[in-house]
């Protein structure tokens, strides 16, 4: 049974960055089948996928559009976890953040971590 | 603005059947696999169907889904009260910076 498991700040103050971590259990980050992902939620925005990384011989990086410039998602192998970057965080920033398994032959997010709300304010 | 389309909102009452849709465009719905998720607030969003019509083991065979040109439908049969939530669709959406796309959500109320 693949389990995640969400940490990182609550509160986050404007223009800093926003670092949360994914821990994997049950699953490799490394995995050929997978691919690790971090999807928000807001009620302005609905659900948002961010990106996501994988691992297919080489490390490969996706992030969505609306926040390509200000993101890095990067994979920790020794501690079979994946990370989070948001840089220079407004209050649209603001919302329910989940890491994820997607199914990459299936494409479907078949596992999420428990979720983790973050505020961005002063 | 979600790039996929769905009701805000749809209702049945106890027994009946319910179809919640999603609409797309030839980028997404139109060339990819569709999934659907469940969600109860205060909780992480759950799987029912993926790869347009399949269940993972544990879902009730009440929850079926379907998929025509750029749409996709999930079908609720038999409803219940423990059925009511919010329901999204996603498919991958290819385009220069291809990314996961999400439908905006359909909040199912059990009347």
């Known amino acids: 049974q693949v389990q995640l498991h969400l940490s990182g700040p609550g509160l986050v103050k404007p223009s800093q960055t926003l670092s949360l971590t994914c821990a994997i259990s049950?699953?490799?980050?490394?995995?050929?089948?997978?691919?690790w992902s971090w999807i928000r939620q807001s009620p302005s925005r609905g659900l948002e996928w961010l990106g996501r990384t994988y691992y297919r011989s080489k490390w490969y990086y996706e992030y969505a559009v609306s926040v390509k410039s200000r993101i890095a998602i990067n994979p920790d192998t020794s501690k079979d976890q994946f990370s989070l970057q948001l840089e220079s965080v407004t209050p649209e920033d603001t919302a329910v953040y989940y890491c994820?398994?997607?199914?990459?032959?299936?494409?479907?997010?078949?596992?999420w971590g428990q979720g983790i709300q973050v505020t961005v304010s002063s | 603005q979600s790039v996929l389309t769905q009701p805000p909102s749809a209702s049945g009452t106890p027994g009946q059947k319910v179809t919640i849709s999603c609409s797309g465009t030839n980028s997404n719905i139109g060339k990819n696999y569709v999934s659907w998720y469940q969600q109860v607030p205060g909780t992480a969003p759950k799987v029912l169907i993926y790869?347009?019509?399949q269940r993972p083991s544990g879902v009730p065979d009440r929850f079926s889904g379907s998929k025509s040109g750029t749409s996709a439908s999930l079908a609720i049969s038999g409803l219940q009260s423990e059925d009511e939530a919010d329901y999204y669709c996603?498919?991958?959406?290819?385009?220069?910076?291809?990314?996961?796309?999400f439908g905006g959500g359909t909040k199912l109320t059990v009347l």
């Open positions: 790869t347009n019509n």
């Open positions: 994820a398994r997607w199914d990459h032959d299936r494409s479907f997010v078949d596992y």
């Open positions: 996603a498919s991958w959406h290819d385009s220069l910076n291809a990314q996961v796309a």
């Open positions: 049950g699953d490799s980050v490394s995995s050929h089948s997978s691919a």
